[in-house]
């Protein structure tokens, strides 16, 4: 699957955790990219890249049509990230997270289908699932979200069923919790901030414990994108593809982190938490279609993370708000920034 179906990506969300990454990965494999993001956690993500021929940054919001229909003229595929993104960020203020991931849909469709956009790849999540007691939870599995993050995004899966797409065609991914080191760092996820925890305060704190979560490396993750935009248009059209590693249990993950560092002296503190989503994802569909297969483990995750905090690229990590979804979010005004960004 190395032949390039298209050459011209919009990347919607490109600003983010997952884009920092992915967005460098897309210009290495020859692609010509555009990032269209309001860009909260700044343009500086791509510093080494931002100087490419083959890049372009457009600071828009997504529940603006206008602009959208302006900026996707000319390109050929679409990967949506953009959202409010974990279950805290979007209950700061749920209906300003609803006008985000959801009421912002149609408009998108309508703008992809005005400029002919080929491919439609959109990021849903495993948290669809809710709380699921079988081993392997499969793409087919009957999905019970627990939060109003996680039910828009399966509500967003269903409208996109309903369009017509013409020509043209979609995919829906179904990620892991991603963890690794990327430009813009979060350090709300947990592999990242129980490694960030052992690193600066040597204890980590595990809410619960008992959770199964899936995960994937971000390295892995930004691969299962350029994978989606190669596939042929049969594998892939109207499918759902969950994308993971391994299934940890919150406790595993802690005690996963600790070994990897390698110090014996950081301490493992247990607190009760209300979050019971737990659930085992099973990621042999995108295997078998596709011939995906993950390749960069839990451990090269914590790992990296190690080195790029030691090495200072990780200033201040307990207390910058920029790690922080949440934090970031309460120190902005996304319900006005139609005045800012042409809304």
């Not at 392997?136 to 797409?165: F, G, I």
Request: charged content about 25%.
């Amino acid at each position: 699957m190395s032949e390039r179906l298209f050459r011209k990506v919009a990347v919607i969300g490109g600003g983010g955790y997952v884009g920092s990454a992915l967005v460098p990965h897309l210009l290495t494999a020859g692609y010509e990219v555009k990032v269209i993001d309001l860009f909260l956690f700044g343009q500086n993500v791509f510093e080494g890249v931002r100087e490419h021929t083959r890049l372009s940054c457009v600071r828009a919001d997504v529940r603006n049509e206008t602009v959208l229909r302006q900026e996707l003229q000319g390109m050929e595929a679409v990967i949506h990230l953009a959202c409010v993104s974990n279950d805290p960020s979007f209950e700061l203020d749920p209906a300003l997270g609803k006008s985000i991931n959801y009421d912002a849909m149609p408009g998108l469709f309508r703008a992809a289908r005005a400029c002919r956009i080929r491919r439609f790849i959109y990021a849903s999540s495993s948290s669809v699932y809710g709380v699921r007691e079988e081993p392997d939870v499969r793409e087919d599995s009957p999905c019970s979200p627990l939060t109003d993050y996680s039910k828009y995004k399966l509500l967003c899966e269903e409208e996109m069923a309903k369009e017509d797409w013409g020509e043209g065609d979609y995919v829906i991914v179904r990620p892991a919790t991603v963890c690794g080191y990327a430009p813009r760092l979060r350090l709300d996820l947990t592999v990242n901030i129980l490694t960030i925890q052992a690193l600066v305060r040597k204890e980590v704190t595990v809410f619960g414990g008992s959770q199964r979560r899936p995960n994937i490396n971000i390295k892995d993750m930004i691969e299962v994108y350029r994978i989606l935009l190669e596939a042929p248009r049969e594998k892939i059209h109207r499918q759902v593809f969950n994308s993971g590693y391994t299934n940890l249990s919150v406790r595993a993950i802690a005690e996963l982190v600790c070994r990897q560092l390698g110090d014996p002296s950081i301490k493992i503190l247990l607190q009760p938490t209300n979050d019971l989503r737990s659930y085992h994802v099973n990621s042999d569909k995108i295997n078998r279609v596709l011939g995906f297969q993950a390749r960069h483990s839990v451990e090269d995750a914590v790992q990296g993370l190690a080195d790029a905090y030691r090495a200072g690229r990780i200033p201040d990590p307990m207390t910058r708000p920029i790690y922080y979804n949440i934090k970031v979010m309460q120190g902005v005004d996304l319900k006005n920034a139609g005045e800012s960004f042409g809304l």
